[in-house]
Nanobody, 126 residues
Framework: QVQPVESGGGLVQAGGSLRLSCAAS????????VGWFRQAPGKEREFVAA????????FYTDSVKGRFTISRDNTKNTVYLQMNSLKPEDTAVYYC???????????????????WGQGTQVTVSS
């Protein structure tokens, strides 16, 4: 069973950058698709980005396209979310989620992921 652990959150000014990391202490992390989700106060959790087990397939929600990049290093059992040109509306708790998926479509909804991290806070000041 995989337990994702997020890191890299913090406070940044609008226009700045942060890189989130999602690490898992399991040998077979390379068999997992990984997604990033976020939840702002008073709002529902929303999908941000996802990456396939190999890194060959990625998908982003429209609001972060061109600003965020998801990637992974399976030798380090780690998935990254590089966030550039941050906006105040990006402020949220960011969650990493993992699901075994070596074939089939990339999971894009929270219901498709069984393994979740505790979240890391990202705050963007204006």
């Amino acid at each position: 069973q995989v337990q994702p652990v997020e890191s890299g959150g913090g406070l940044v000014q609008a226009g700045g950058s942060l890189r989130l990391s999602c690490a898992a202490s399991v040998r077979t992390f390379s068999n997992y698709a990984v997604g990033w989700f976020r939840q702002a106060p008073g709002k529902e959790r929303e999908f941000v980005a996802a990456i396939s087990w190999s890194g060959g397939s990625t998908f982003y929600t429209d609001s972060v396209k061109g600003r965020f990049t998801i990637s992974r290093d399976n030798t380090k059992n780690t998935v990254y979310l590089q966030m550039n040109s941050l906006k105040p509306e990006d402020t949220a708790v960011y969650y990493c989620a993992a699901e075994i998926r070596s074939i089939g479509p990339l999971p894009l909804t929270s219901y498709e992921y069984n393994y979740w991290g505790q979240g890391t806070q990202v705050t963007v000041s204006s």
